[in-house]
Nanobody, 126 residues
Framework: VQVVESGGGLVQPGGSLRLSCAAS????????IGWFRRAPGKEREGVSC???????YYADSVKGRFTISRDNTKNTVYLQMNSLKSEDTAVYYC?????????????????????WGQGTQVTVSS
């Protein structure tokens, strides 16, 4: 079982990025995928989650700006991030779940997933 994040980079405030979470070793459409992040010097926080059926959840801090989606044919989940702010700067991680735990859409991510990736760095700066 493996999930691998990609798509991070440096972007100006107000810009956009699309992160990808590529799954291997399991059938993606049987599982939920969640995103969480860790900013420098801060605790982890939830970002978003999508169930196997396509129901989506978002933390208040990203609601209306981020969109999570999945393409089971490509074994990939996407996180489209628009209107990026400096406070979105963080390492973003995706994880495989059986269901969308509330931690994925809350300010505090006090949980350790069983399967998660190495992360991708997102830096929002002018």
């Amino acid at each position: 079982v493996q999930v691998v994040e990609s798509g991070g980079g440096l972007v100006q405030p107000g810009g956009s990025l699309r992160l990808s979470c590529a799954a291997s070793g399991f059938t993606l459409n049987h599982y939920a995928i969640g995103w969480f992040r860790r900013a420098p010097g801060k605790e982890r926080e939830g970002v978003s989650c999508i169930t196997s059926g396509g129901t989506t959840y978002y933390a208040d801090s990203v609601k209306g700006r981020f969109t999570i989606s999945r393409d089971n044919t490509k074994n990939t989940v996407y996180l489209q991030m628009n209107s990026l702010k400096s406070e979105d700067t963080a390492v973003y991680y995706c994880a495989r779940e059986n269901w969308c735990r509330p931690q994925y859409y809350s300010d505090s991510f006090n949980y350790t997933p069983l399967y998660w990736g190495q992360g991708t760095q997102v830096t929002v700066s002018s």
